[in-house]
């Protein structure tokens, strides 16, 4: 065989050109790792798993470790497992660490975290991380003695017990049982800790207490925590969490009274809730339909300075509409534009059928046209509710404009409108102009109601044999169409 011929330099650059490069994907190749690591913790006997681990070759990186830890928590014994045998390779990192305590502690095995919290101090790579996880655990299992243990002997790990680690403990303490007293136990603990440590609460220490004592609806110690907080650490306005819990806790304790007093004084110093409980608040006197207080809230949100949201309008004319209010709807309507609100389909229906539901036939006719014009346009059912009140109130060339517009712009379903319309003509006896559109009707597969049709008879019966000739006509179309 003859020997092959070293190839020219630019020859030689052509032919490593012409090789195709192959691009791996590294964060497919981790998701894949992932997955098969997962596999193997799920399907394989704790005993067997580090055998079938090394079986794979893979050396595990610190980010393969703390995502197969998040997948596992549902398999603890397992995930422990690969945890010492990944750790074998290399150290693991302080978010693996993290994870492995807070894995153990969520499954309930207190020894093993503590023996990982050991291990940690070590390591150095303990934090006030670990014990958040710690609190959050035993609180989640019920055990707010053994949390508040935790709290204690922190010092003893080298961590620092300070207003975020009382925090910390106060919060899991409060999430613990939110319905059931939790956020008394939490308030001992902030007594008992001052007493023993001088660390004074914060801000956030009584934000979270308030916080508590609103998911409990304790309006009573809502107060005293409030007062007990001006006190210690008076007026800010960057407290903003507190204020909003302890307003929400009055107003849905329905002292809507004393919340508006509490809102005179921290304008009065300086301070003010967020948006968002203006916004609840109007939410929650909606659902009871107290547009008294609404009103008296909508008000000392304005001279606070903020400007309400579309969302907030929306409530308000909501309710001014259920109690029949239409002027004030429209002054609404008429002035959140000017606050940049800009009125959406929600907005034009809920004064539309305030309008309908209370026969005001003329406004309704011209603010139907506006609707449109402004490209919000009547639902389905406030346009068959319009459709009976221009009947019944005279106007039917209107009904007629809301039908078409039904049928023109696609407003479905069409059946309640159909129906409707079909009636007001029967009541008319405007016959001729019933037919062709029943007709139509039933072209377009609208269901007519066995109701309806019997109305229908009434009408036609009316006017004689012929009118029953021509009544049957309709029902055999009717009941064919049924039958389709």
Known sequence: MEEALP????????????????????????????????DILI???????????????????????????????????????????????????AEAWNLMVDLLGKNTLFDAMWDAVRSMKQEGVLSIVTFTSIFGSYCAAGRVDEAVKSFEVMARYGIQQDAFAAN??????????????????????????????????????????????????????????FGKMVGRIGWSPT???SY??????LVRGSDVEEALKFLKMMKGNGCSPSPKFFSDAIEILGKRNDIRHAVSMWQAMLRTGLLPNLAMYNAMIHLHC????????????????????????????????????????????????????????PSYSNCAAAIKMFFRGEEPEMAVQVW????????????????????????????????RSFEDMLDRRIVISESTMESLKNAYYKEGRSGRDKYESLARRWKSSLAR
């Open 7 to 38: 190839l020219p330099h630019d020859a030689l650059q052509l032919h490593r050109r012409s090789i195709p490069t192959i691009y791996v994907d590294p964060l497919e190749t981790l998701i894949s790792t992932v997955r098969m690591i997962r």
């Open 43 to 93: 399907r394989t006997s704790p005993h067997d798993i580090e055998s079938e681990l090394a079986s794979t070759g893979i050396i595990p990186s610190s980010d393969v470790v703390v995502r197969v830890l998040k997948l596992t928590y549902e398999y603890p014994s397992s995930a422990l497992k690969f945890f010492r045998w990944a750790g074998l390779a290399q150290k693991h990192s």
């Open 168 to 225: 910390s403990l106060l919060s899991a303490i409060c999430r613990k049982d939110a319905g059931g007293g939790g956020t008394a136990r939490a308030l001992q603990f902030l007594e008992n800790m001052e007493a023993a440590t001088g660390i004074v609460p914060d801000e956030d220490s009584f934000a979270i207490l308030l916080e508590g004592w609103e998911k409990e609806g304790n309006v009573g110690e809502a107060k005293k925590t």
């Open 239 to 241: 407290n903003v969490c």
């Open 244 to 249: 909003d819990a302890v307003l929400r806790t």
């Open 322 to 377: 259920d109690n029949g209010d239409y002027d004030d709807s429209i002054r609404l309507l008429d002035e959140m534009v000017f606050n940049g609100a800009f009125p959406d389909s929600l907005t034009y229906n809920l004064i539309f059928g305030c309008l309908v539901k209370k026969d005001r036939v003329r406004e309704a006719g011209k603010f139907f046209f506006e609707m449109v014009k402004n490209e919000c346009p």
């Open 404 to 435: 078409n517009f039904m049928i023109e712009n696609g407003v479905k379903p069409l059946d309640a409108g159909a129906n409707a319309f079909l009636l007001g003509l029967s009541k008319l006896g405007r016959l001729t102009k019933l037919r």
